[in-house]
């Protein structure tokens, strides 16, 4: 599997960014897919994950509320819409894919990883 992330970018706090995920090659449809982020020293860290069915969802605490995540398996695209966006949600953001059903938190639970897109927000 591979995983494409784009629509990183620089935006002014209170800002609105949508980033895409196209997944291509060996997809399993029925699988979990997240979103993490990996700021400037700073391990990866978990900011939201969904399920193959689209019915569990889960999210870090820190962006609960603001981030919704979504996905279409007719199209192999994972979304993640980010409102509200704080200078502390700067970051290199990473989708992932995990070969089980659940909907891990840790990075170890992924088995694909894109190769990331820069989100800057300005204070």
């Known amino acids: 599997v591979q995983l494409q992330a784009s629509g990183g970018g620089l935006v002014q706090a209170g800002g609105s960014l949508r980033l895409s995920c196209a997944a291509s090659?060996?997809?399993?449809?029925?699988?979990?897919k997240g979103w993490f982020r990996q700021a400037p020293g700073k391990e990866r860290e978990f900011v939201a994950a969904?399920?193959?069915?689209?019915?569990?969802?889960d999210y870090a605490d820190s962006v609960k509320g603001r981030f919704t995540i979504s996905r279409d398996n007719a199209k192999h695209m994972v979304y993640l819409q980010m409102n509200s966006l704080k200078p502390e949600d700067t970051a290199v953001y990473y989708c992932?894919?995990?070969?089980?059903?659940?909907?891990?938190?840790?990075?170890?639970?992924?088995?694909?990883w894109g190769q990331g897109t820069q989100v800057t927000v300005s204070s």
């Open positions: 090659g060996r997809i399993f449809s029925r699988n979990a």
């Open positions: 992932a894919a995990s070969a089980s059903a659940s909907i891990p938190r840790s990075v170890n639970g992924y088995d694909y």
């Open positions: 969904v399920s193959w069915s689209s019915i569990s969802t």
